[in-house]
């Protein structure tokens, strides 16, 4: 199927169970369980479909680089290694954050459940990408959660008042169940925009919004290639002085409180591979007595909608409806890959073994 809403040159697009099995192919020829490979293409494709490309395929190339540097290990799991009833220490030993976040979250809900809350200190997983995945893991099993997370060693971000990166884009998320309806999930990187969405930027030649980035010398520009090629530039921390805030504390309770490690000037990475720690709290609201409290909720996302429109807007999106309006179209249209990304992710393919004919052979079918 093709992309022929936008303009040329047109983006294929990519039934997603196909784009699913293909990814399975790849991280099983690299050496993962069908389990593990499972479950990594089940979070790639997921973050596709809601629209987050940058957290999508797109990340295969990153984590056959770090393979290859020895850095992600497969088929790791979850190591808990601290039990303190309703606080988790849970050590992700960089195996596939798409693997040791499932299980903590897992972990962490059959907590909650028993106890009322849980909080899950996950340290030194490899990427675990988009962090809403794991607040909807949540939301399924009924449970409020938030999550700070950092990006252990790699910094992007300058800090507000400052010229050169010393932060990663930690990342902010909260969902609330709703019994009947979607949860409202908030999730979004703490840097103006997510690095990743400058990597697709830059790989479909388009610029990026203003303010969202800074060259090498503290000069705002719209050019990812800053963040692609030296002379290396920084990303700005959304809002301001408030943005720069909630990116400290996702640095200190993802990456101090877990036992895991801050940026600084001895933790600095070297590799490919992307190291997040993560807080997340997860909540059964049945243990509040708050007997109305989807009414409230509903009540209050009812109340903001009915805002008049404002010049120039065509609509008032609650937190994860963006996400859910992205996912409906994909699915029945497939997901856009750039041709820039499919030649990379077939490179990491060969990479890791598969062999030209069956890579061939995908692409054939897919493209
Ligand atoms: N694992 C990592 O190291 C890491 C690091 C950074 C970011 N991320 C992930 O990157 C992804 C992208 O982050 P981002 O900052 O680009 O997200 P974003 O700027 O697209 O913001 C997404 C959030 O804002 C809401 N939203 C979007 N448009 C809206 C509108 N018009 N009205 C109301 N709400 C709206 C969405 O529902 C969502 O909650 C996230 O999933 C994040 O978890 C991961």
């Known amino acids: ?59 295969i190339p990153r984590y056959v680089a770090s393979l290859a540097d020895g850095e992600l290990q497969l088929n790791l799991h979850a190591d808990v290694v601290k039990d303190a009833g309703a606080v988790l220490t849970v050590e992700g030993g960089r195996g596939f954050g798409q693997v040791v976040a499932f299980e903590a979250m897992e972990q962490g809900i059959e907590r909650a459940k028993r106890l009322g809350i849980c909080a899950v200190g996950l340290r ?9 995945h794991w607040a909807e893991q949540c939301a399924r099993a009924g449970l409020v959660s938030f999550h700070f997370v950092n990006v252990a060693g790699d910094p992007l971000v300058a800090p507000f008042g400052g010229a050169d990166r010393r932060i990663g ?26 690095y990743g969405k400058t990597r697709v930027a830059y790989n479909q030649g388009k610029q990026v919004q203003p303010g969202a980035l ?19 530039g920084s990303l700005t921390p959304f809002g301001g002085h408030k943005g720069f805030g909630l990116a400290a504390m996702c640095e200190i309770f993802g990456g101090a409180l877990s036992g ?12 490919n591979a992307i190291i997040n720690c993560m807080l997340s709290v997860i909540i059964d609201p049945a243990a509040f007595d708050a007997p109305d409290a989807q009414a409230e909720a509903d009540a209050f996302i009812d109340w903001v ?10 609509r008032i999106y609650e937190p994860g409806e963006p996400e859910r309006v992205t996912r409906a179209q994909r699915e029945a249209e497939g997901i856009p890959v750039d041709a820039a990304t499919w030649a990379q992710i077939l490179a990491a393919a060969l990479a890791v073994g598969m062999s030209a004919e069956e890579a061939g052979r995908w692409s054939a079918r897919l493209q």
């Open 214 to 232: 800074i060259d090498h010398e503290g000069r705002a520009t719209l050019e990812p290639k800053v963040m692609h090629e030296a002379p290396f």
């Open 124 to 132: 030194g997983a490899h990427h675990i990408g988009r962090i809403g």
């Open 260 to 271: 895991g490690f801050t940026t600084h000037s001895t933790t600095l990475g070297t590799t």
């Open 305 to 314: 909608k009915a805002s008049p429109l404002a010049a120039g807007a065509d």
């Open 1 to 59: 199927m093709t992309d022929n809403s936008t303009a040329q040159p047109v983006t294929p697009r990519i039934p997603a169970d196909q784009l699913h099995a293909y990814v399975r192919a790849i991280w099983e020829q690299a050496g993962s369980t069908p389990r593990e490979a499972e479950l990594v293409a089940d979070h790639l494709v997921a973050a596709n479909l809601t629209g987050h490309d940058s957290h999508g395929v797109g990340m």
């Open 169 to 194: 884009t930690n990342p902010f998320c909260a969902a609330y169940p709703r019994p009947g309806k979607p949860p409202l999930v908030l999730d979004f990187a703490t840097s103006t925009v997510a």
